[in-house]
């Protein structure tokens, strides 16, 4: 039970409990402390020693690590003595000799904490000789690229794997100074069942978990155009978050400055995802809707997530009849592109070249899977991070949110507010059930809004009524709450009609692609936008939405018909576990 | 008397090295809300020169035995281990024989040094990472899978058997080795005795310096020999033609080899201060031999203020002993 007190915090009085830490008590009261491997998602590691401070509880002084040390009545914390001062500068001293700094390729670049601590401690050059420049490098898989010479030691990508992914594809290797943190079991994270989810890289502070970069692929495409016709399209979470990395609060939609940044760059072409959303909801809708006729294969799973969908074809294979064969919005929008698009303005899709900016590392592998390779090889030619694209854009000296504004290019670009919401946890379930409940409701206002599968929350239920029959759908955020909910379901104590999965917490606005730092507080305030831009659009079901109307009718199909199946859907694979379980 | 007011009153500690107050800790697992509890008996010693362990494992198993037995009636345990050290195997015939029809599982481990550290021994216990967990809470609340554990190193049992057998006069086995003695042996005096007590007379003036408590004690001249044989009771003898470099050489290499890796200040610290002292062997130069000595003692002093075990923390001691009383033979000064 939590107990209430005060304790003083450099001679000041502090309102705290029991539950809470040192470190938690200043951040509410904007008290600095210096702090590296604690981040707010994961438990504390206490590892990196950085966040230390005086304590003195019934007159015994210590010094104790800030992210670990809970609150007690009576305690009074220096947080600056000339003791803690010294022992915080020589254990990042001692972490800076053994971090190899290759800056130029880093995920942080401007803002890395240990570049800041560096400067804000005094650091200027290390007393020790580098140690660790020939550890190793993993560049095998299409997304991770893993550089342990830069590694900290600090411990979150294990806790991040275990406690968000529910995995255990990262683990520590030998003791003392030999530590390595690292892929399970082998020598490469293509040997191990990592999903590619990225939550670690998310998390790394050191830069030492990374996505594969294409952001030399895409300036070497860019610089040699030639006759191509170049065509970008962004998530519908990108257009949220990108401001972050130019100095912009999170949750900003800067969609229309994006374009024209994008369109600075020399991509002839700039379409929206959410319009691939729609294309999504279209065909998800109608196969939900098949599925609640014929009763088979219930309850059926999204699977715009592709590292949701890689854990299932490598640890559910009785699961994968259940995913819908619907591709995520960007493969729905590529091959629109490619076959409807590019027959408007006739030229062959082979001279079409999509680039994608999007909130996620899987994409990468997603990208490259000769599943989405079938129709056009491949549909989507480079996947690019958040991370990138800003970083592509400032390598020009682009300032983002000095542009002005372009509106996306026609036909593909205009979407309905159900596109919107596809970045946050929930906004794939609300705009199937908002285009499901239109169409099979008799009454003259069907439900719009499905509140109770928003939020932040890892696991949230609802009951749909659709003129009495009651459709239960679920909808879960990190892989860890989607092992909890399908061994549920196993169990038989939950039966749903339709679930959504994403792998990262809180939708793709926490993907592994996105900017750094993603917190609790910054994926809240990213999600905000989100449904006030779903509000204030006229058209909020995608199947209202008319240029999806007309793409229909130019591909000559209908949801579910022939030529939608052949560039909307996908099939999946069986998939081996590689590590032995424990 | 009741075996916890005699623990109390005889002010038997924790013979492992760490020193705490033994009764403060069943007294703790007894008075537990929690109904599930555990016993665990420490036989991981690890650490160069002690062998005081193996001495009761080979002459008082029987008591030793009593010992677990007593804590785990006292405290009311589920389930009692001996966590045994790999290379005591050769006893496990013996322990099997001694503990017949006594519910006490062995569980055998290649221990080191790292499972002097409690939690790590739960950790290694558990199958986890051989890494400390955060204190609070304490193993006495939360230990072998979340419950109480009463975790104390076997000699701890041993003596706390002899208590309860109306014995009033504590004493402790120290482990004796190094040059000069002709075999290891193992010296039985009273706690909290002085170095020259537990060295026979007639080696006091063959030696140089000795090292008490293993590699993360300290090092003593004869002239300090009035200082008291702490910590896990091992005293090293290093004769007279061998340097003091040498002895804290060995003792941060075994640090640094030993650490688990977990946090900074240890991880760093011992790999560091093991470099700088071979660069300080390689320096003439006096000058730089003190800028060197003095980098090391700021590293030492950082782990020990900011280790996240006591392991970590105890990098400082030879390392402080050895600039405040050798650093002539170092320096010249």
New interface residues.
């Given amino acids: 039970m939590s107990k209430n007190f005060e304790i003083k915090i450099n001679g000041k009085k502090y309102k705290a409990s029991t539950d809470e830490t040192i470190l938690d008590i200043a951040k509410k009261n904007n008290l600095k402390i210096p702090a590296l491997c604690y981040h707010p998602d994961l438990p ?1 590691g ?5 966040c ?1 401070v005086e304590v003195s509880t019934g007159g015994k002084l ?2 104790a ?1 800030a992210c ?1 040390t ?1 609150a007690l009545d009576g305690m009074e914390i220096k947080l600056d003595t000339p ?1 803690v001062k ?3 500068k ?2 990042l001293e ?2 800076l ?2 971090h190899i700094k290759k800056c130029g390729e880093c995920n942080w670049q401007s803002d890395c904490e240990l570049k800041e601590l560096a400067k804000e401690f005094g650091i200027k050059e290390s ?3 580098e ?1 660790r420049r020939h550890f190793k490098i993993d560049d095998k898989t299409n997304s991770i690229h893993w550089d342990s010479s830069k590694c ?2 600090c ?1 979150n990508c294990v806790s991040a794997c275990s406690e968000i992914a529910g995995l255990a594809n990262i683990e ?1 290797k ?6 390595i943190f690292g892929p399970a079991g082998g020598r490469s994270f293509a040997d191990t069942d990592c999903v590619f989810c990225g939550q670690c890289v998310l998390r790394c502070p050191s830069g030492s978990l990374q996505e594969k970069s294409e952001i030399a692929d895409v300036e070497k495409l860019l610089a040699n155009k030639k006759n191509q016709i170049l065509v970008a399209q962004f998530a519908p979470s990108t257009r949220y978050s990108i401001g972050e990395l130019f100095g912009l609060p999170p949750g900003k939609n800067l969609e229309l400055k994006l374009v024209t940044a994008l369109k600075e760059l020399g991509f002839d072409y700039v379409f929206d995802v959410n319009f691939g959303a729609d294309i999504t909801t279209m065909e998800e809708a109608a196969e939900l809707m098949e599925r609640l006729q014929t009763k088979k294969d219930e309850p059926m799973f999204t699977a715009c997530c592709p590292a949701w969908v890689r854990y299932v074809e490598t640890f559910h294979h009785e699961l994968i009849p259940n995913l819908t064969t619907t591709k995520s919005p960007t493969h729905c929008l590529a091959p629109a592109v490619k076959a409807y698009f590019a027959k408007k303005i006739g030229v062959p899709p082979s001279r079409i070249k999509i680039v994608e900016i999007m909130p996620c590392i899987a994409k990468k592998y997603e990208a490259k899977l000769p599943e989405m390779c079938q129709t056009f090889s491949p549909e989507v030619n480079f996947a690019l991070t958040v991370r990138e694209a800003a970083k592509i854009l400032k390598n020009k000296n682009i300032d983002l949110p000095e542009l002005t504004n372009s509106q996306f290019d026609s036909p593909l670009g205009s979407s309905s507010g159900a596109g919107a919401i596809y970045g946050s946890s929930g906004g794939v379930m609300e705009s199937a059930l908002r285009t499901v409940v239109a169409k099979l409701c008799k009454c003259d206002m069907p439900k719009l809004e499905f509140r109770d599968v928003r939020g932040m929350e890892g696991i949230k239920e609802a009951s749909v009524d659709i003129d009495g029959e009651i459709l239960e759908v679920a909808v879960v955020s990190g892989l860890k709450n989607a092992a909890k909910l399908l061994a549920d379901m196993k169990s038989g104590i939950k039966r749903y009609n339709y679930v959504e999965v994403m792998a990262c917490p809180g939708g793709c606005l926490g993907g592994g692609g996105q900017p750094i730092p993603t917190t609790p507080d910054i994926r809240a305030m990213r999600s905000a936008t989100f449904y006030i831009d779903d509000a204030a659009k006229k058209i909020r079901r995608a199947h209202a939405n008319p240029d999806i109307i007309k793409l229909y009718a130019g591909l000559d199909t209908k949801p579910l018909g022939p030529k939608a199946l052949s560039l909307f859907h996908r099939k999946f694979k069986t998939r081996n576990p590689k590590l032995k379980k424990k | 008397m009741e075996i916890i007011s005699a623990l109390k009153a005889s002010n038997l500690i924790g013979l492992g090295g760490a020193g705490f107050p033994t009764w403060q800790k069943w007294q703790a697992v007894k008075d537990s809300p929690e109904v599930k509890r555990f016993v665990i008996c420490n036989l991981s010693e690890g650490e160069p020169g002690v062998f005081k362990d193996e001495y009761i494992l080979q002459n008082h198993l029987p008591e030793l035995i009593a010992g677990i037995n007593l804590a785990k009636e006292t405290i009311g345990a589920q389930r009692t281990y001996i966590f045994l050290n790999d290379k005591y195997k050769k006893y496990l015939p013996k322990i099997v024989k001694e503990t017949k029809g006594k519910k006490i599982e062995v569980f055998i481990d290649t221990g080191r040094y790292l499972c002097g550290e409690e939690t790590t021994l739960l950790q290694t216990m558990e199958g986890k990472l051989r890494q400390p967990r955060q204190k609070p809470p304490f193993p006495t609340e939360a230990g072998l899978y979340g419950y109480p554990t009463l975790i104390n190193n076997a000699e701890t049992l041993y003596r706390a058997y002899l208590i309860s057998q109306g014995e009033t006069e504590i004493k402790r086995f120290y482990s004796l080795s190094g040059d000069v003695i002709d075999h290891k042996r193992i010296v039985e005096e009273k706690v909290g005795s002085k170095i020259k007590e537990v060295i026979p007379p007639r080696y006091l003036d063959k030696i140089n310096f000795v090292r008490v408590s293993g590699p993360s004690g300290f090092f003593a001249r004869p002239e300090d020999f009035e200082q008291i044989a702490s910590g896990t009771g091992a005293v090293e003898i290093y004769g007279k033609n061998r340097r003091i470099l040498e002895g804290l050489i060995n003792s941060i290499t075994f640090l640094k080899d030993e650490s688990c890796g977990k946090c900074t200040p240890c991880r760093e610290g011992t790999y560091r201060i093991a470099e700088l002292l071979n660069k300080l062997i390689a320096t003439a130069s006096l000058w730089d031999r003190k800028e060197i000595l003095e980098l090391i003692s700021t590293i030492a002093k950082t782990a020990e203020v900011s280790s996240f075990c006591p392991l970590g923390s105890s990098i400082n001691r030879p390392v402080a002993s050895v600039i405040e009383n050798f650093k002539q033979e170092i320096l010249g000064e």
Avoid at chain 1, 46 to 50: D, E, H
């Fill in positions: 504390p206490a590892s990196c020693r950085l230390l210590r010094i690590t670990s809970k003791k010294s022992a915080r020589l254990n001692m972490l000799s053994d007393r020790f000789p140690r900290v030691e411990g520590s030998y003791r003392g100074h030999s530590i």
